[in-house]
């Protein structure tokens, strides 16, 4: 045994201290490290860089929603795995892994409350469950937050976040986007509000139906918003994209969107534009 070796296992060693895991966020755009209670205080964004993070319709219930004015709507009750579809997992399988990640029913979840004052049912899609994908589960709560809203005499405002349909439900997936498209038309008819808030990513099927019908649209700073993905339309039209042409500021540039909002005025606008809307089709 060497001199180094006996001197290193006389030295009495402190026990490692044991880092809590959630102790620290990393920003995915900067990749700087912020205390995750600074992060969650500053609305879930990048105090450096200012990138919006994800979050799940809880975390946004209570930022978008007066304090204590909110109450959860019931999730409706869909036949699960229709097709009985399995590829390397039963997707049976892939459900209850979701619901236990995130404690939630499916990727799409309903509250009525009031925004600045003013009555609203909010909707928020949850990229967290399977990607935010539209299935059965999701129509079928769009459908039931327009009814809330058409029950309440309120805006309906969707909050969007997905990759597209889901493909374990194949073509049922897909009549999902016709039918948000009808109770879209049944706001309407009621001259009741109808707003979008597309969040990121926001793609697919759902960027092809209700995520693009709003009354007005909005979109968080950098948000991904696109139907394809860029390398796919690359390939198919062989030329080069202009870079970013798929991010909110791109598409506020070029007309798709009515405004790009950061989240720390998010409620400020939504509570503002509700008044706007409420009372000139009041009027």
């Known amino acids: 045994m ?3 070796t006996r001197v290193r ?3 009495p060693f402190l026990p490692k201290r ?4 959630n102790l620290w966020h990393k920003c995915r755009e900067c990749g700087q490290m912020i205390f995750v209670k600074e992060f969650e205080e500053n609305l879930n964004v990048c105090p450096k860089c200012g990138n919006h993070g994800r979050i799940g319709p809880k975390v946004r219930f209570a930022q978008i929603f007066d304090e204590g004015s909110y109450t959860q709507l019931p999730q409706p009750a869909v036949r699960e795995d229709p097709l009985k579809f399995r590829d390397s997992k039963r997707y049976t399988d892939r459900i209850k892994t979701a619901r236990a990640d995130t404690g939630e029913t499916d990727a799409l979840l309903n509250a009525r409350g009031t925004i600045a004052g003013r009555r609203a049912v909010v909707g928020v899609q949850d990229f967290a469950f399977m990607g935010g994908s539209m299935g059965l589960g999701v129509g079928a709560a769009f459908v039931a937050g327009v009814q809330a809203a058409l029950a309440d005499r309120c805006p309906y405002i969707i909050f969007t976040a997905a990759g597209g349909a889901r493909m374990q439900e194949g073509i049922l997936s897909l009549m999902q986007m016709p039918k948000s ?6 706001l309407h008819e009621a001259g009741l509000p109808y707003i979008v ?7 697919g099927g ?3 139906s209700y995520a693009m019908l709003g009354d007005i649209q909005i979109a968080e700073p950098g948000a991904l918003i696109g139907f394809a993905g860029q390398r796919v339309i690359e390939q198919t039209i062989r030329e080069k994209l202009p870079e970013g042409f798929q ?3 791109y598409l506020l540039e070029h007309g798709m969107l009515d405004m790009v ?8 606008t939504l509570g503002r534009l509700i008044g706007l809307l409420c009372d000139r089709r009041a009027a």
């Open 2 to 4: 060497s001199w180094l």
């Open 9 to 11: 296992q006389s030295i």
């Open 18 to 21: 044991e880092t809590p895991d």
């Open 181 to 186: 498209t009808v109770a879209i038309a049944q």
């Open 197 to 203: 808030v597309l969040t990121d990513p926001t793609t």
């Open 206 to 208: 759902v960027t092809a």
């Open 247 to 249: 991010r909110a500021e």
């Open 261 to 268: 909002v950061h989240r720390h005025q998010l409620r400020e």
